[in-house]
């Protein structure tokens, strides 16, 4: 059975420190809605640890159509984006950015020791969130005449669906988020209404 449910992280982490041999992975966990927040986040890291040399990062983002990407930036090849995305499966969130930033220490760790670090430095960032369950929510818009109103408002009631926007104006146009598992018995009742057309949005 497909589910409508998804885990993520319910708000940005506290930044945690790890240390291993004098360098200091300094780890950070954020709830993001699409890949154009990543830059900005990563950048904003960037500023808070002007003496990091590389700050890595993974994210996911989606429930049935899931994207991700792992970055290593400058350290040997999946020593450290990876690593991170493996904590990102292993707590089984999605919608999540867990970046890390490193100073180094003046003694090198070795691709072994890089991978442990970033593991840990993810790990530690993830453990200190609130992970929370969301459910996949679908838009429906709903185009009436301002005469159906209130049959219309009386049906979202009764669904208990939240209104995202709404234009009452003689010709009506409603958007209502519904929770994917129930969004084609939603769908059947307004098609009962008389004259309610019904655009599902992606």
């Not at 500023?47 to 994210?59: Q, S, T």
Request: hydrophobic share 40%; glycine share 6%; proline share 2%.
């Amino acid at each position: 059975m497909e589910t409508d449910t998804f885990r993520t992280i319910a708000s940005a982490s506290e930044m945690v420190l790890f240390k291993e041999r004098k360098s200091k992975f300094f780890s950070y966990a954020f709830p993001i809605q699409s890949e154009s927040e990543v830059k900005n986040l990563v950048e904003e890291i960037r500023k808070k640890h002007p003496g990091a040399n590389h700050v890595c990062y993974a994210w996911q983002l989606g429930v049935e159509k899931v994207t991700y990407r792992a970055n290593d930036d400058g350290e040997p090849n999946n020593s450290a984006g990876m690593p991170i995305y493996g904590q990102l499966q292993s707590f089984g969130v999605t919608n999540t950015l867990v970046a890390v930033a490193r100073v180094f220490g003046g003694i090198k760790l070795g691709v072994g020791g890089l991978i442990s670090a970033y593991r840990s430095g993810a790990k530690m960032a993830l453990t200190s969130s609130k992970i929370v369950e969301r459910t996949v929510e679908q838009h429906v818009k709903l185009y009436f005449e301002y005469s159906q109103m209130d049959q219309v408002m009386r049906l979202i009631k009764q669904q208990q669906l939240r209104l995202v926007s709404q234009k009452m104006e003689l010709h009506c146009e409603l958007v209502f988020s519904v929770r994917k598992s129930a969004l084609e018995s939603v769908i059947e009742l307004f098609k009962k209404l008389q004259a309610v057309r019904i655009e599902q949005l992606t």
